[in-house]
């Protein structure tokens, strides 16, 4: 079947600028995960989003930074006044069950959006 | 707080050499643990994983296996091909569900 899907796959913005970028899970999938990879920090956890519970928000590294997901499916991260720091590699992953279950904590990862803020 | 340390790279071998690379982890609870690849202009994907002690996890010839005493989930394969060249990250995910990355390992394999 389909996998996670991101768009756009590239970003270029300029210092300043709102941008948003989407992720569609795996159809099914409960939970959602946005992580960010960049060369300085590696690979970091910033939101995850599990059914119609409160989102998890505490990897968000600042305000200007949120996320919301619809219809408990579609997920949009949004980076306003984006900063050349913000230059990353932002990665959607999804996975099927919730957290204390047997296997749950398997999560696929979709091909990422690169971002470029000049 | 949760943490994953694996070895630096980037680690250079060549076809049908031994791979080893280092994971330990520190972590609340009891934590399942992950080796996700990335190969070159690709997504991440899951490797393998092994969600309790002793488990060993193992897929296209990789193997893992969850030491609780020593902290420890080290990727080997025995005979590496060209087509390993990646990167290599070993992750963990504890009660808090979220995944906690190493730094990542870049093997390139020659021919």
């Known amino acids: ?5 991101q768009s756009p796959s590239n970003k270029v913005t300029e210092k300043g600028k709102d941008v948003e970028l989407r992720c569609d899970p795996i159809s099914g999938h409960t939970a959602l995960y946005w992580y960010r990879q960049s060369l300085g ?6 939101i995850y989003f599990q059914g119609n519970s409160a989102p998890d928000k505490s990897g968000l590294p600042s305000d200007r930074f949120s996320a919301e997901r619809t219809g408990g499916s579609v997920s949009t991260l949004t980076i306003q006044r984006t900063q ?7 990665l ?3 996975s099927l069950r919730s957290p204390g279950l047997a296997g749950a904590h398997e999560q696929y990862f979709g091909p990422g959006t690169r971002l470029t803020v000049t | 707080g949760n943490s994953v340390t694996q070895m630096e790279g980037p680690v250079t071998l060549s076809e049908e050499a031994f791979l080893t690379i280092n994971c330990t982890y520190t972590a609340t609870g009891y934590p399942s643990l992950f ?4 190969y070159p202009g690709e997504g991440l994907q899951l490797l393998l994983k092994a969600t309790k002690a002793d488990d060993k996890g193992s897929n296209k010839g990789f193997e893992a296996t969850y030491r609780k005493e020593t902290t420890s989930f080290h990727l080997e394969k025995g005979s590496v091909q060209v087509s390993d060249s990646a990167v290599y990250f070993c992750a963990l995910s504890a009660n ?3 995944l906690s990355f190493g730094a990542g390992t870049t093997v390139t394999v020659r021919a």
Request: charged share 20%.
């Open chain 2, 35 to 38: 080796w996700y690849v990335q």
């Open chain 1, 41 to 46: 920090q590696g690979l970091e956890f910033l």
């Open chain 2, 96 to 98: 808090d569900y979220k």
């Open chain 1, 84 to 90: 050349q720091e913000d230059s990353a590699v932002y």
């Open chain 1, 92 to 94: 959607c992953a999804s």
């Open chain 1, 1 to 5: 079947g389909a996998g996670v899907s």
